[in-house]
């Protein structure tokens, strides 16, 4: 092969490199381009790209999967602040109701002379404040558990142990109510979750059941029969005729069963229940069996 040959493969292979150099440089500024035009405007556009590279196909592809993430989280972010600000605005009823009922029997303890009276007006100022207190907490709470980035470390704890102690410290609450909880817990039973989160499901579970349960609560605690590898905890209570709840919307914020609001209560107690299983990968859901209202919480077992 004589030097002139040699020259001219060398020169034809440097062109074919130059322009494919050439034609990649032109992909990566097109593909620039767009995302520049993406990060600029509010537009649903994604990148584009229609040549052969596998290389440039696959870069367009890693953007569009970045872009996609970030819209979403966008709209989880947009979808939380929405429901933070709902949930301000229908709760300031809420907390407007004990604070004027405060104020009145503040004013009627300062003008009665009797001890008896002072004494009963005391004790409606004392229950006012704590249920304000309570509803002030489930709100902030709520709103602690709606932030996309909300998180509970997850171990394996004794479901058992959690929710007799849970339901020991409801005693007083029971006996003052008149219910004697129906208790059926097996013992030993441990699943992955978080100790707190169950606490709090579970207080909401138990309050439920004083504010509006009637005549008996049924608590249970079992292996799924259908599944070895989960937990169910199921809490039932006897239902009034006036204040029969949607098992389809329970779960929903600020739902209420009686529209009258005659119960001091936030609405968002089984909200809250059911963001929070969630978090430890669980289920909740609800169903009316007879005058039974159940709510059914599985979580993972060890």
Do not use: W
């Not at 953007?63 to 600000?85: A, F, G, H, M």
């Not at 929710?163 to 219910?179: C, K, P, R």
């Not at 009034?240 to 005659?262: C, G, L, M, Q, T």
């Not at 809250?272 to 007879?290: F, R």
């Amino acid at each position: 092969m004589t030097l002139e040959i040699v020259i001219i493969i060398l020169v034809a292979l440097l062109l074919a490199v130059s322009l494919l150099l050439i034609n990649s440089m032109s992909q990566v500024k097109n593909i620039r381009d767009q995302v520049h035009f993406i990060a600029r405007n509010d537009t649903n556009k994604r990148v584009s790209f229609y040549g052969k590279s596998r290389i440039m196909s696959g870069l367009a592809k890693d953007i569009n999967n970045i872009i996609d993430s970030y819209r979403e989280r966008e709209e989880k972010v947009v979808k939380q602040d929405k429901e933070i600000k709902d949930t301000l605005t229908n709760m300031s009823h809420d907390i407007r109701t004990p604070l004027t009922s405060l104020k009145g029997y503040f004013e009627l303890l300062n003008e009665s002379e009797d001890p008896a009276e002072q004494e009963k007006y005391r004790n409606i100022i004392t229950e006012r404040i704590d249920s304000l207190g309570e509803i002030l907490e489930t709100m902030f709470f709520y709103t602690k558990v709606s932030n996309v980035n909300y998180q509970v470390p997850l171990d394996t704890i004794d479901m058992s142990e959690i929710v007799m102690q849970t339901l020991f410290s409801y005693f007083d609450d029971f006996e003052n109510a008149g219910l004697t909880p129906d208790v059926d817990i097996d013992e030993n039973l441990r699943v992955i979750g978080n100790e707190q989160s169950v606490k709090r499901i579970l207080q909401n579970l138990i309050k439920n059941c004083l504010v509006h349960g009637d005549s008996h609560v049924k608590i249970t605690l079992k292996s799924s029969e259908v599944d070895d590898k989960e937990v169910i905890l199921t809490v039932g209570n006897g239902i009034r005729e006036n204040d029969i709840p949607d098992a389809a919307k329970v779960f929903d914020r600020f739902y209420k069963a009686d529209k009258s609001r005659h119960v001091a209560s936030s609405g968002i107690g089984l909200s809250v229940a059911k963001k929070l299983t969630e978090a430890m990968n669980g289920t909740i859901s609800a169903s009316l069996e007879d005058d039974l209202f159940k709510i059914t919480l599985r979580l993972p077992s060890v």
